[in-house]
């Protein structure tokens, strides 16, 4: 059953079939009898992966991973959100024309996605409504594939370098996109480093409404830790809006026993119809406390 995206909007205001793991982690889950019956079709956020479950396989990210979104009890590290970088000038001025969901409600907010579904974009989609992705590998890319929005990834391996023309008034030059231009490389045999860029940007950094621009670098690092656990952490330098580099964030990950994709996803009429008939007759309140994501 596909979840509805007002649910989520309530919730915040009030408070490629690629080979993922070789052999025995392919196996599919044995389904029980009786009432315990499990569906190998669905997630099932209860049934958690125990322990650590050894070692981590080397430059191997493969497989369904849970997070703080999940229902699956991740522990959130900190420091989303809890870190204000400073914005220069320019900056300042495109953070004033953002209202948060947080702190202007449904009625006042001007977040696209939150009004109208508009993808976050990278990197918001790696640290908002993080629930599950899987992680799969083919000989030249890394995909990640989201839950939330069913949306995908691509990171290429194969050594090119990042596009350096992206949004130029050139010939040939490379259009920004939702997720930007990614490349990877292994660090050592359990981290993997991301850079991306080239992102749109219409979107913004977090639900903070912090603003990025097209030139914005951030750098992605996945850590297996071990079988059962991944850390993600993410890092923008951005010198055109702010004045350092800043971290977007840390998200912890478990491993999905019968590693199972949901579906979970905003539709644009349900928020709609939220919108006009709860959001906006209710108003804005700029001066309200900020709201608990």
Known sequence: MRNSFVGVIVGLTAVLAFPLVAGAQNAPPQPKQGN??????????????????GPAPKRDLSGTWAGPGSGSGIVNPGGRGG???????????LMSQNKSLGKFSPAGTNDPHVRYCDPFGF?????????VMTIATTPNRIFILLQYMDLWREIWMDGRA????????????LDPKYNGYSVGHWEDDNTLVVDTTGLDDATWVN???????IEAHVQERF??????DLKVTLTMD?????TKPFSVGTELFRWVPNQQLDDFTCIPSQVQEYIQQMGDPAGSDPNAAPQRR
């Open 83 to 93: 870190v204000q970088p400073l914005l220069t000038p320019l900056g300042q001025q």
């Open 223 to 228: 850590t297996r830790m071990d079988h059962n």
């Open 123 to 131: 990197p918001q989609n790696m640290t908002n409504e993080i629930r």
């Open 207 to 213: 639900a903070a409404g912090y603003p990025h621009s």
């Open 238 to 242: 951005d010198p055109t809006i702010y």
């Open 36 to 53: 315990d019956a499990r569906s190998p079709w669905k997630f099932y956020p209860t049934d958690r992966a125990v322990g650590d479950g």
């Open 162 to 173: 990042l596009p350096t023309n992206v949004g130029a008034a050139t010939p040939g030059a």
